[in-house]
Structures are given as C-alpha cells and as structure tokens.
C-alpha cells in the first residue's frame, strides 16, 4: 500500500468543505489504534490562502508572489512523500483545504497554465482532487443565512457583490469556473454534489482518499478533460492526436511534452523517437505562428533524461503506465527552476546558440 496519503478538498463557498474536512479527520483519528495515529496533517486555508489574503486586498500581490507561495506549499508535499517512501503502509495523510483550483479563481492573478506544473507534481505524489459541488438552494442555505452577521460576508465577500444576492451569484458562478479547471488536472479526482446531510458523503470519500491508485475503482470518477485522458490513452493514440493537430494550445503544458517523449520512447528506437519528437514539436510551434519557442537544447536534454529514468526503472513498468512513471519521476514534472537547472546554467539556456543546436550541459551538479 502507498505510504502517502494526500486529498486536496476544492469547492466555492457553502458546498460544505469544512465541514466534511473535519468529520474526515475525526473518522480517520477515531479509526486509529492508540499511538498509531502516524504523521496526520490538515493545510487550512490559514495557510493555503490566507497568506495572500493581505496583499490581494491591498492590490499588490503579483503572479509570481502567488506562485511562490504555491511552490512552497508543494514542495513541502514532496518533502513529506519522500520522508516515507521506505514505509510499505500507509504512513503519512495529508488533507488540504483549497489550494491551485481556488487560486486561479481568487485572487485569480494566475491562470492554469501557470498552475499545470504543479498539478502534475501533486498528481506524481498521487495526491487525489475532489470536487465538491452543491445545487444554488444549498450554496445560500449554507454559504449566505448562516453568516448574515459573520465578517466573511459584512467585509471579505463585498468584493463579489455589494448585495447578498451578487455575491451568492458569484459563488454560484465560481462552482462553474472550478469545474472548468477541474477537467484540466492530472490528478486522480472524483466530484461529489453534496446536498444532502454530509454524513451521506463522508465514508464513500474517506474510501477515496485511501485507495491506492492501482486498487478497483470503487467510486465513479469525472474524466472528462483531455489532460486526464492522457493518462489512459494509449502512446499511438496519443501521439496521432498531437500529430493531427487536435490538441489545443492552451491545454498542452510542460507535463504534456514529458508525456508525449515518453510516448514516442515507447513507438520508436530512441533515435528515431526523437527525430519524430523533435519534428512534432517544430510542426506545433510553426502552426501557431511561434517556431522561435522551438528550443533544441531543451528538447534532446529532457527528451534523454526520460530515456535514462525509463531504462532505470524498466522492470517496473508495464507496456503503458505512463502514471507509475510520473510517480517515481516528479522532478521531470516540474518546469519553472526544473531539473535542467542542475546541468546547465540559466544564461546558456537563454541564448540562440542553445535554442537552435543541442549544447553540452555546462554546470556541476
């Protein structure tokens, strides 16, 4: 069974999250022998969100503020999954309150294609997403009555609507803009509507958080984005869609290129996949009017990283399992200050020689 156990909980207002958050700690303490509660950790949003609170009020937070605040939150999770992957049981649960979904929604400075990377850093934890949703009738019966006289809706929420109807509208509205996000994660992700009394939902989710990802699935999931079908998707059928042409620009992220290499590693002799590699990401960029983003360097140094991982960990991996792949390379994952930033400088990255002929790495590790 996996060691790491992590759900991040993503939700607009008065769907109930709190609420299910703390009844599923509580069963998880309760389900526990005495002393043998291990390493349980609960990310609120004092720490997910609040943090950009101040300065989104203030009109100052940046991106990049925002993207340093969600760095540090997900590489905290790595730390936390590395520390116990010799366990061979369950050893260390994470839940977390809100985090990348929300962010680009509110303080909405960030959109997802700066968040993707760090979607499939979560998803190479094999943390799980869920949605939870709920009818209008509910999101005002939860999210509005019951703090008419709370500072969340007399000061924070003003800057959606100044009249309780505008802002129960711009929660309902929000719930759309979730899910919109939500069919672009990587990550293994269930939606739930949770009208009903939270007792209902409470079991069937705490299942979810601890299944492994490779037991039957026990609950149906929303797979309805191309990113998540990816993961399903053979490596022939994924490279005819990307050769077509029927993948969009703004859903083919950092992740997508490590997948569609791997992909090609498994069609083709190395050589020839990255002949075809190479020529597939030239055609994308030329078709959209930016063969300059082409960069050769960046291509071959990644494109042989992958060969290297695959050939280490060859004997376990089946035909496609794309998904255990990722999970045991996080670091190929992960783009901004990525693994390339161990072999070569960042001035070598940037110049034309490096864009337009593969350069020898030029840094120590």
């Known amino acids: 069974m996996a060691p790491f156990k992590a759900l991040l909980v993503e939700g607009t207002s008065g769907v109930g999250k709190s609420t299910l ?21 609960h990310l609120a949003q004092s720490h997910t969100y609040g943090p950009l609170a101040i300065p989104e009020d203030r009109g100052t937070l940046t991106a990049e503020d925002n993207l340093q605040h969600l760095d540090r939150i997900v590489g905290a999770l ?37 968040v993707a990377s760090h979607d499939c850093r979560l998803a190479a934890l094999g ?13 005002w019966a939860r999210g509005i009555e019951p703090r008419l006289d709370q500072q969340f809706l007399l000061v924070y929420a003003k800057k959606f609507g100044t009249t309780l109807q505008e802002i129960h509208s711009y929660f309902v509205s929000e719930q759309q803009m979730l899910a919109d996000f939500f069919r672009h994660s990587v990550m293994p992700k269930l939606t739930i509507q949770n009208d009903g009394p939270i007792d209902s939902s409470v079991e069937a989710v705490y299942r979810y958080w601890m299944l492994d990802e490779d037991e039957p699935a026990l609950l149906e999931h929303s797979v309805n984005s191309m990113a998540t079908a ?18 969009p ?40 009017g930016k063969s300059d983003r082409y960069h050769e360097t960046i291509t071959y140094a990644c494109f042989f990283l992958i060969h290297e991982r695959m050939a280490r960990f060859a004997d376990r991996l089946s035909s496609n399992d794309w998904g255990e792949f990722a999970r045991r390379n996080p670091d190929l994952l992960v783009w901004k200050d ?15 020689l490096a864009r337009s002929i593969f350069v020898l790495p030029d840094k120590l590790r």
């Open 78 to 114: 790595e730390w936390l999954h590395a520390g116990v992957q010799e366990h061979g049981r369950p050893w260390c649960f994470v839940i977390i309150d809100t985090l990348h979904l929300t962010q680009c929604v509110r303080p909405a400075v960030l959109k997802w294609a700066d």
């Open 230 to 247: 990816c993961e399903v998707m053979s490596d022939e059928e994924f490279i005819r869609r990307f050769e077509a042409d029927q993948v």
């Open 249 to 288: 620009e703004d859903s083919f992220h950092h992740g997508d290129h490590v997948r569609l290499a791997f992909a090609y590693h498994r069609e083709y002799p190395p050589l020839q996949a990255l002949e075809k590699f190479a020529a597939a990401l030239k055609r994308f960029a030329a078709a959209r």
């Open 21 to 41: 958050i703390d009844a599923l700690i509580r069963r998880h303490v309760s389900n526990s022998p005495p002393r043998k509660i291990r390493t349980l950790i």
């Open 338 to 352: 990525g693994i390339l930033s161990r072999y070569y400088r960042k001035t070598t990255l940037q110049s034309d």
């Open 127 to 139: 943390c799980k997403l869920l949605l939870l949703q709920a009818s209008p009738q509910t999101i």
